[in-house]
């Protein structure tokens, strides 16, 4: 595959003004080192010659809101070349970071999509964990960002934190549900290792407790017409389904820049280093994966059957030129039979029972 079919990008802003402690990603507290961490990205950029336009970019964290404008500036006048009318220009948010300054910026260099990182409503949970946030604020934050032309919210949600039940899930999706967005992500709680979480040897939620979650979740979200595209993702309607995330999804080729920031185009799975010295330093790669033809079979079912709508096993054997239905004949019988899998014409996917299970299949499937 050739760098030049890749329309997306991914670009990691590690600065935050709080450690969150179920957070893994790579996070810097907020620094001096903003602006020449910014440069070594811009040179990362440059060194990647792009010579055509994005279908998605996407801004990520860390809180890219927490940058000031001079320096958010600079980062979007670097990407004006790449951005057409039609390109999904999404920034994640922390709602205490939205100043209106802020958001006519993001207007103004023609950012399209914003995910706000709200967690959940119970505010002793929010403080326990790091997080500032409440119902009230929001919901004015949300009519300031109608009234500058915002048409396209996204609102992150986490359940199966140890002190909530199932009152405080349906209150979240209920509320979540009044602020009329058009996109909803509801993730189970995962303690990884290098969060302040799994340092402190907490433990998750009993995977039954968090089926019961998924389920109330998706039962009232159904219920509200949001549409479940996706494990932990409900949009209003197709088109309001995360572009960029189905890149992803569907294992197709993407961009990706910053501190840790993973890539794929060409054939390799390259990761960025970890290091913020040899970041600045301009020492970018840290991990480069050739991927063969059998490994990027695992990483398309891996990616595609996340989507309701699985994919199709036309597509599939066109891409890899052999047919899932007969290589998997016997597993992919039994997991019919069993409920778990689901075929629709040309397409398979995971049922509604199969999905919180997908782990468990998909070990079938690429065994």
């Known amino acids: 595959m050739h760098a030049g079919r890749c329309r997306s990008l991914y670009i990691h802003l590690p600065f935050c003004l709080s450690i969150c402690s179920y957070c893994d990603f790579p996070k810097l507290l907020y620094s001096g080192f903003v602006k020449p961490y ?42 004006k070349p790449y951005l057409t009318k039609n390109t999904e220009f999404s ?14 910026l993001f207007k103004k260099y023609h950012i399209n999509r914003l995910s706000l990182g709200v967690q959940t409503f119970n505010s002793s949970i929010l403080q326990k964990y790091g997080r500032q946030s409440s119902y009230y604020n929001l919901c004015n934050l949300i009519i300031r960002l109608r009234k500058a032309g915002f048409k396209n919210i996204n609102l992150d949600f986490i359940y199966g934190f140890k002190e909530q039940n199932i009152n405080d899930i349906i209150k979240d999706v209920l509320l979540a549900i009044s602020l009329n967005v058009e996109h909803l992500s509801f993730y189970s709680l995962i303690i990884d290792k290098g969060s302040l979480l799994y340092n402190l040897k907490e433990e998750e939620i009993c995977d039954d407790l968090s089926r019961k979650y998924f389920d109330i979740i998706e039962k009232i979200l159904a219920h509200n017409h949001y549409r479940h595209y996706e494990v932990s993702n409900y949009a209003k309607s197709k088109m309001y389904y995360a572009k960029h995330n ?25 990761k960025n280093t970890m290091s913020l010295k040899k970041y600045l330093a301009r020492s970018f790669n840290n991990e480069c994966e050739e991927i063969t033809l059998d490994e990027d079979r695992k990483y398309f079912l891996i990616t595609n059957l996340r989507l309701y709508d699985g994919f199709s096993l036309k597509a599939y054997q066109n891409k890899f030129h052999h047919s899932l239905l007969k290589s998997k004949e016997s597993v992919i019988k039994e997991l019919l039979n069993e409920g778990l899998l689901l075929k629709k014409g040309d397409r398979i996917m995971a049922s509604k029972k199969g999905m919180p299970l997908l782990d468990m299949i998909l070990l079938k499937l690429i065994d």
């Open 38 to 79: 910014l440069s070594s990205l811009v040179n990362e950029l440059e060194s990647l010659n792009i010579q055509h336009k994005l279908k998605t970019i996407y801004i990520g964290g860390g809180t890219p809101s927490a940058l000031n404008e001079e320096d958010l500036i600079y980062l979007f006048e670097h990407l």
């Open 91 to 104: 920034i994640e948010c922390n709602p205490e970071n939205l100043t209106d300054s802020k958001i006519n």
């Open 246 to 270: 189905l890149t992803y999804w569907r294992d197709e080729e993407y961009y990706g820049i910053g501190l840790g920031a993973s890539s794929y185009f060409a054939s390799r799975r390259n």
